[in-house]
């Protein structure tokens, strides 16, 4: 018995080309790897959770032979784009009459892009275009409409890159044609590139450097606050993107806008600022409470600009 292996992980990236690379589509979906042994499956996630029961109508990958492991993301498509929100509904379903019904009326799409072993012998060595040169090999005889293989292109990677966004996908993935498949390792040889999002906020206040000055000619970090769901919320704190000169000149406007108390709830301590100064904000991922994280100022905007 093969057993349950740890996905391959990416690091972040941005859009480049190289023929070194291939370049596919990144699926917004549900990562999971398979394996078929004997005449059973099983399926599971990048931190091992069984997904067996889950997606029932993936009985399909019986098709496979046996000792064959894949890797791949699991994807409800809505007008030829993969739709998150529609999955993660069928994902967290418990009840099995409801599973049933849900893999009849929105079944998923299982896209491919590794093998792993195959009838029992480990690909894990061999580099990824033979790696993928076997898959394509298992799926094209199969026409299975549930089992997808993501096709890629090499070398123009920022061509592909703006051209799935204009279609409404997540992003690129680019990887090294010739890397080895390294379970569990976050690898370079990997790289996940997507669009960073930015949001417009106000600036509510500073915190000063570590020696105090007074006259407010540097600061550590800005405090922001955004609107959200029709009300201002503190939403965290930048503290790079800021050039010498522009850090200068916001130092200067900040210190005219002093004010005693923060104009919405905030954790931390700060001189507070009127909100009067609104500046554009990008940022790697929002938490659970709204919180930005991997913040970067990118300059100030509209009339303050």
Avoid at 217 to 227: K, N, Q
Avoid at 229 to 252: E, I, M, P, T, W
């Amino acid at each position: 018995m093969i057993p349950p292996l740890l996905s391959m992980l990416a690091t972040t990236a941005a859009p480049f080309d190289s023929f070194d690379y291939l370049f596919e589509v990144k699926w917004d979906g549900v990562r999971a790897l398979a394996a078929v042994e004997g005449k059973g499956w099983r399926l599971w996630g990048r931190r091992l959770a069984d997904y067996d029961h889950r997606y029932p109508e993936l009985d399909v990958l019986r098709r496979l032979p046996s000792g064959t492991v894949v890797d791949g993301e699991l994807v409800v498509f809505h007008q030829g784009r993969a739709d998150l929100p529609a999955l993660l509904k069928r994902h967290h379903l418990l009840a099995a009459e409801r599973i049933r019904q849900a893999s009849r009326l929105q079944p998923v799409c299982y896209m491919l892009f590794d093998i792993l072993y195959h009838q029992g012998r480990s690909l894990l060595e061999e580099p990824l275009y033979r790696r993928r040169g076997v898959l394509v090999d298992l799926l094209n005889p199969l026409e299975e409409p549930r089992l997808c293989f993501s096709e890629g292109v090499a070398g123009l990677g920022q061509d592909l890159f703006e051209g799935v966004l204009a279609q409404g996908h997540e992003g690129v993935m680019a990887k090294h044609q010739a890397s080895r498949y390294r379970p569990g390792q976050r690898s370079p040889a990997w790289r996940k590139i997507k669009p960073k999002p930015w949001l417009p906020c106000v600036i509510i206040g500073y915190t000063p450097t570590s020696h105090g000055n007074a006259a407010l000619h540097d600061f550590r970090s800005l405090l922001l606050a955004a609107v959200d769901q029709g009300r201002l919320r503190y939403v965290g704190q930048v503290r790079s993107g800021f050039s010498v000169l522009a850090k200068a000149d916001l130092a200067q406007r900040l210190a005219r806008l002093r004010r005693s108390r923060p104009v919405v709830a905030c954790p931390r301590q700060a001189q507070w600022v009127e909100p009067e100064l609104y500046c554009r904000v990008q940022f790697q991922q929002r938490t659970a409470q709204g919180r930005l994280r991997g913040t970067c100022f990118r300059g100030l905007f509209g009339a303050d600009a």
